[in-house]
Structures are given as structure tokens and as C-alpha cells.
């Protein structure tokens, strides 16, 4: 599958609104997930990465409620590295006690040579960060927890 048919394929679950994917061809797996955390994490595949470079991932995976007080949790769309500033020696785009709004850039996940902005999608306050600068994450990991704006 090449990068637009990966793009048309996303766009076109965003659309209908389907929440899980997953399509097996030519002994690769593609496997979409949106939303919270998955229940195991799946084995990495090929295909896995490539689409997860080719995706457009504007905004995080929505937030979930994480069972900590009215917390919500960030998570990551993609597998990838996670970078809390736009280049080395810059400021963090969020630190713990911020307040941010929808469309706001928390975090870039870097995958395959490619930046990928993840913007809150809600407004509120920055609680926690759960993954340090530079780290490897997977799909579906938890990556920041915000207290929503009421």
C-alpha cells in the first residue's frame, strides 16, 4: 500500500467515523486505532511504521478519562519519538501547570524523518507529561494528562 492510499484509507475512517481498522496484505498488517490506549499492544509491523509515517496526524488520539479525578489523557497517534519542543534548545511547547487551548501544539512525534504536530484537541490545564523528551512511543501510549477547562 503506497503513502496516498494509507492518507485516502485514514481519511476515509475519519469520515465514518470507524474507531478501529485493520487490513492484511502481502504478509503486512496495517492496523488504525483511534481513541484511548489499545487493550494489548500489537506486535510492530512493516507496515505498521509506514503508515503511521504517511498519516496525517495533525491532532492527538482524542482524549480518554484515565480514572484520576476528571484527568484526561493525550495520546500518541502514531509509534514514533517524542520531542516536548520544535528543535533542540527551544522552549517546551507545554509545561505542567499551562493552560492550552484546542489547536494548540503540545508535543511532535517524529516518525520516519517526518514531524508530526499532536495539537489538543480540548482546552485545560497541563497536569502531567508521562514521557520524557527523545523518548520512543508506541500507538495508543499515553503521553500527557490535562485537567479540561469546565
Not at 103 to 109: E, R
Not at 123 to 128: D, F, K, P
Amino acid at each position: 500500500m503506497d503513502f496516498e492510499s494509507i492518507r485516502k484509507l485514514i481519511d476515509t475512517l475519519i469520515e465514518k467515523h470507524i474507531d478501529e481498522f485493520e487490513l492484511e496484505e502481502e504478509g503486512r498488517r496495517i492496523r488504525i486505532r483511534r481513541g484511548g490506549p489499545p487493550a494489548a499492544a500489537p506486535a510492530p509491523a512493516p507496515a505498521t511504521m509506514a503508515a503511521a509515517a504517511g498519516a496525517p496526524a495533525p491532532l492527538a488520539a482524542p482524549p480518554t478519562p484515565t480514572g484520576e479525578e476528571d484527568l484526561l489523557t493525550v495520546s500518541s497517534p502514531i509509534v514514533g519519538t517524542y520531542y516536548e519542543s520544535p528543535s533542540p534548545g527551544s522552549p517546551e511547547f507545554v509545561k505542567i501547570g499551562d493552560t492550552v487551548e484546542v489547536g494548540q501544539v503540545l508535543c511532535i512525534i517524529e516518525a520516519m524523518k517526518l514531524m508530526n504536530e499532536i495539537e489538543a484537541e480540548t482546552q485545560g490545564e497541563v497536569v502531567r507529561k508521562l514521557v520524557t523528551n527523545g523518548q520512543p512511543v508506541e500507538f495508543g501510549q499515553p503521553l500527557l494528562l490535562l485537567r479540561p477547562r469546565k
